[in-house]
């Protein structure tokens, strides 16, 4: 049995996708929630074994929420499901963490298999999200850094402390960690002075 819950902000879609669920025996639905913070709260009293999570959401978005769930519950995997499918919502939601990332025309065969799999730990992505991020892989080299590593960058530079970064963004500090020692990593640096610095001079980081 795997334990799932439901995280969307609109009542009739959240229904929806607990309806669709609602006869698989092998599906336990938990908890549902209308927001970001909400479902953290559920996650920590239900322990589910994946998060079912649309993208954008009001208190604490999807990609934000994706975050938390991934550094305070490491056990409990992210499936984001979600009608958004922009490069940069498909960039922001994997590199928050997520297991996975389907869009809301998914059957519900796909959706059960999805679930399951997410539960295993395997990588899901639906056909149109995978195609976008393989076509990202395959672009030029220089442009590296992802709009959220970007969005810690511009923070960096008006000298924002990590805690503060993450205030900002609404993100734990472990994750601007994170993204920093990414950004160390593609820019080929050591610290955070230098990193702007480099960012600037191959002109993705413009200041005034």
Do not use: C, W
């Not at 439901?6 to 309806?19: E, K, L, N, Q, S």
């Not at 076509?135 to 850094?145: G, N």
């Not at 008006?158 to 990414?182: C, F, H, P, Q």
Request: net charge negative.
């Amino acid at each position: 049995m795997t334990r799932v819950i439901v995280v969307d902000d609109h009542t009739v879609m959240r229904a929806g996708v607990i309806a669709l669920l609602a006869g698989e025996h092998s599906i336990d639905i938990v908890g549902e929630a209308g927001d970001g913070r909400a479902a953290l709260a559920l996650v920590e009293r239900h322990d589910p074994d994946v998060a079912l999570v649309d993208l954008r959401m009001p208190i604490l978005d999807g990609v934000a929420t994706t975050a938390e769930i991934v550094t305070r519950h490491p056990r409990t995997r992210v499936l984001i499901l979600t009608t958004y499918d922009t490069d940069a919502d498909i960039e922001r939601g994997v590199e928050a963490g997520a297991i996975g990332y389907l869009l809301k025309d998914t059957t519900r065969e796909q959706l059960v298999d999805a679930i399951h799999a997410a539960a295993r730990g395997e990588t899901v992505l639906a056909p149109r999200v995978a195609e976008k991020l393989i076509a990202k892989m395959r672009r030029p080299a220089q442009a590296t850094l992802t709009p959220r590593e970007l969005d810690v960058l511009n923070a960096v530079a008006d000298g924002l402390t990590n805690a503060e970064i993450g205030s900002r963004l609404v993100i734990a500090e472990a994750t601007v960690k994170t993204y920093l020692l990414r950004l160390f990593a593609k820019l080929e640096v050591n610290d955070r002075t230098h990193a702007v610095v480099r960012a600037m001079e191959r002109g993705l980081l413009r200041r005034p």
